[in-house]
Each structure stands twice: as structure tokens, then as C-alpha cells.
């Protein structure tokens, strides 16, 4: 079935040559595939219409090169009205207000005709009134260009660096199970146009801080704990361990991954302390689905993979709950 299908391709191009106000959000804690989406759209946008992106919280040193980063808003009371004014918000990359943590209210009360492109499943229903949702795309950025080809839009440099960022950010550089025919097609149309990609993963992977390398090497060989028999690993780190190498945020991103080198593990946990919660991140090889774990037991959601939470409770706490989970949902991947 086509995601963007004809009908709503002609309203939304009808809706846009005369929207006046237009905003682009995303989740909580950005990753690659959010910003880039975001700034893919705003770079096409930004000599137009009015258009601001206005994202819940900070975004880490690493995507602070991307193209109209700069000119992003976070979240406060100032900015609001933004959001309450808009003609339209894209909703990118997230499939339920509550990702939105603070702006979820004025999100949901906002008048805009909302219109969501995502690739996590189940999208709110009654949120949007155009959900191009598919569970099957490896990132936001490969619907977000499947979104601008349909529209007949062409792009520029700026919004195809973004949206290489983020094919590239959510597959692992390619590497992961949810990198199917498509995305490559995607990401060979996008590697035609005057785009560098050298340097883009030169920013995305060779410009991490000392601290971050040194943070890595900490949390391998002390705090990766592993139960051969629940084909499990899992990392645990306090703020008071973060900041001594320095932490600043993003500086965890992928941790969550490394254990899943290790051949018999199938199934990983990382949980760090951050901004008074425990945030939980989950991802697993084959069709072990975390995302299920993560609805049920931890507070949240995500893909099948990949998947996240947060926890009120202390790390130490919700890590020995973890591991007292372990013997019965990891039952699928248990050695008889
Ligand atoms: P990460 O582990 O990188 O924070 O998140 C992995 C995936 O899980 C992402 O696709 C993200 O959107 C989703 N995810 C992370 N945290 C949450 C959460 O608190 N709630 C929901 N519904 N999804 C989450
Ligand atoms: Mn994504």
C-alpha cells in the first residue's frame, strides 16, 4: 500500500502554499533521525513561510554542525505561542504526544492541522489529521524524502545533509536489520546530489571528546554485566560515574549497542541516571521485540530493536528489577 497517498499529497500541498505559520517538532532527547527530519523540512521551508523548529530539550554537541541547528528553539514559555499560532506542525520521528514531555498539552490544544510522518508503530489516533506512519522505514528521513518525492519538491544540499544524517544515524551506518532495499535507494538518490558525505560521518563518528572515549572504555570492561544464559548484557551507570569523565549529553548515545558484539548476546540494556530519572534503553538481534518490554515493565515504547523508558524509581532499583525480569522475558531466547 502507498503511504503517501494521492489525496492527501494534493491538501497537503494546497495546505502548505498557503500556510502562513508553520512549526516542526520532534521527540524528547533528539537522536540523528529527529534533527535531521526536522532540519530537512526546515531547510526546505526556511526562505518561504514562517517556519520555526521548536523541540522539547537539548541537543547534543555531536549534531550541532548540522545546517539551521543553530536557529532551533527549545521548549519554554516565550516560544509557546509558536505552537499555539501555527497554520501547521509536523510531527516527526515520534508517534504519541506524551514524547513531547512539557509541550504536550499546547501540543494537543494547538488549532494547527497537524501532520505526522514516523516510523515507530501504532501512532495516537486523534492527534493528527495526516498520518503517514510506516513501522517497515528504517528512519524518519527515509519517509520524510519518500514525503518530498511524492510532493514533487525539490530539495537542496542543506535539507539532503539532513536526511543523510539521519539514514545513516537510525540503520547504524547501514548496519541494522531495518536497512532494507528502500532505504539504500533512498540513500543512493541522496548520495547523487552535491552532498559530503565524508563529512558527514566525519561529525557523526570521529568527533567525540576524550571523556566520551574514556567513558566507553570504563563502562565495557567495569559495568557491562553479562547472564550467558539469558543471552543478556546490561549496563548501569550513576551521574556520579558520568561526570567524572565530563559528560555532556549525547555522550552515551550507541553504549546501548556494544554488548550486542558479543556473539551469544541477543538482548541489551543500558540504564543511566539523567535529569533526576533513570532512562532506559533497550535493543536486541533477530526477532527478540523490546519494545514490548519497554511498554510493559519501563514506562515507554520504540520499535521492535530499538526501544526506550524512564523510571522514577532509584538505578539500583530498577536495575535489580531488571534482572529478576530476566528468567521470564527472555523465556524466547533462553538456552533449554
Ligand atoms: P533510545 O534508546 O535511543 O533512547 O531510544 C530507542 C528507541 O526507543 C527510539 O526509537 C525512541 O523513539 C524509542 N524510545 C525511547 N525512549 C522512549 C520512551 O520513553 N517512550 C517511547 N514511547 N519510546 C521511547
Ligand atoms: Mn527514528
Known amino acids: ?70 536557529e532551533i528553539l527549545i521548549y519554554n514559555e516565550e516560544n509557546a505561542h509558536f505552537v499555539t499560532e501555527a497554520d501547521v506542525i509536523f510531527i516527526l520521528d515520534f508517534n504519541t504526544s506524551a514524547r513531547v514531555d512539557k509541550m504536550q498539552k499546547i501540543l494537543e490544544e494547538s488549532a494547527a492541522v497537524k501532520i505526522m510522518i514516523d516510523h515507530h508503530p501504532q501512532p495516537q489516533e486523534g492527534l493528527c489529521k495526516y498520518v503517514f506512519s510506516d513501522p517497515e522505514a528504517a528512519a524518519t528521513c527515509e519517509l520524510l524524502y519518500l514525503f518530498f518525492d511524492s510532493c514533487k519538491y525539490t530539495i537542496n544540499k542543506d535539507s539532503a545533509t539532513c536526511l543523510f544524517t539521519g539514514l545513516t544515524t537510525d540503520t547504524g551506518c547501514f548496519q541494522f536489520n531495518c536497512t532494507s532495499q528502500r532505504t539504500f535507494e533512498v540513500a543512493s538518490k541522496l548520495a547523487a546530489m552535491p552532498i559530503d558525505r565524508a563529512e558527514i560521518i566525519h561529525h557523526i563518528y570521529d568527533s567525540y571528546s576524550e571523556g566520551r572515549m574514556r567513558l566507553q572504555g570504563y563502562v565495557l570492561s567495569n559495568k557491562m554485566v553479562v547472564f550467558e544464559q539469558y543471552h543478556t548484557a546490561y549496563i548501569a551507570l550513576t551521574k556520579a560515574e558520568a561526570d567524572k569523565f565530563d559528560y555532556r549529553v549525547g555522550d552515551t548515545e550507541g553504549f546501548v549497542n556494544l554488548p550486542l558484539s558479543i556473539e551469544h548476546v541477543k538482548f541489551s540494556a543500558f540504564f543511566m541516571e539523567r535529569d533526576g530519572i533513570i532512562r532506559c534503553s533497550f535493543r536486541s538481534k533477530g526477532d527478540f521485540k523490546v519494545n514490548i518490554i519497554a511498554e510493559k515493565f519501563f514506562n515507554g515504547g520504540g520499535h521492535d530493536n530499538a526501544a526506550g523508558g524512564k523510571s522514577y524509581k532509584p538505578l539500583e532499583e530498577v536495575v535489580n528489577r531488571f534482572v529478576s525480569l530476566l528468567p521470564r522475558i527472555t523465556k524466547k531466547i533462553q538456552d533449554k
Open 1 to 70: 500500500m502507498e503511504i503517501f497517498d494521492k489525496k492527501s499529497i494534493e491538501e497537503i500541498r494546497a495546505l502548505l502554499q498557503n500556510a502562513q505559520k508553520i512549526v516542526i517538532t520532534a521527540h524528547l532527547n533528539p537522536d540523528g533521525d529527529a534533527l535531521g527530519s526536522s532540519l530537512a523540512l526546515y531547510n526546505f521551508f526556511k526562505y518561504g513561510a514562517d517556519c520555526k523548529v521548536i523541540l522539547p530539550n537539548n541537543i547534543p554537541d555531536t549534531f550541532k554542525w548540522m545546517p539551521g541547528c543553530n
